[in-house]
């Protein structure tokens, strides 16, 4: 039986029991993994002398222009370092290494962009992939209204509200905390 989830790479199983899909390659009589995400076996109708198993691997990778939400987990004075948790509307199973860099926090005045007044470690991010990045991480921005922090938590480590488009409200404290706050949908 093969694995669940898989990895570009991954040995799937033997081509005698399963025949190769979408997202796999067959080599040395063995099926592999081209792509990560879940594993699905399709059953396809029988054909005579042909095993009748199928494996297919799905594509779970973010991707330009998608949408993704992400957990904040570091903070620096270029970027801000993100794991990749949804992308559109698919939770990955494993998180995805991004970089938001202080030129794509807002389209105006980026100059004069202070990460650490827009962010803070712990912050779940709105943001849009701009470019697949480098072998390390994707690129984001968060430039567009909608995009920005959308849950936030506070120092105290109370869930915080936002109450403007650059302020969140500790509701216990009533204390509130900068933030570069997404607009609701």
């Known amino acids: 039986m093969p694995p669940t989830t898989a990895h570009p790479g991954l040995l799937l199983g033997p081509s005698s029991a399963y025949i190769p899909g979408p997202g796999t390659y067959l080599h040395a009589s063995h099926i592999y993994a081209t792509l990560a995400g879940s594993l699905s076996i399709a059953r396809p109708p029988p054909r005579p002398g ?10 779970a990778l973010p991707a330009v222009n998608d949408v993704v939400l992400a957990r904040v987990t570091r903070l620096q004075s270029r970027q801000v370092t ?23 926090v807002r389209g105006w005045e980026v100059d004069r962009v202070v990460l650490g007044e827009g962010f803070r470690v712990g912050d779940v991010v709105r943001g849009v992939v701009i470019s697949l990045g480098d072998q390390a991480s994707y690129y984001l921005s968060t430039a567009r209204n909608e ?4 849950m936030a938590t506070s120092e105290d480590g109370n869930t915080m509200y936002p109450i403007s488009w650059k302020e969140f409200r500790d509701p216990v404290t009533g204390r509130t905390e900068s933030r570069k706050v997404a607009k609701p949908f």
């Open 50 to 59: 042909i095993p009748s198993r199928l494996v297919t691997a799905t594509n």
């Open 82 to 104: 993100v794991a990749i948790l949804v992308v559109g509307k698919t939770v990955c199973a494993d998180a995805f290494a991004g970089v938001v860099r202080r030129e794509d």
């Open 147 to 150: 995009l920005g922090v959308i």
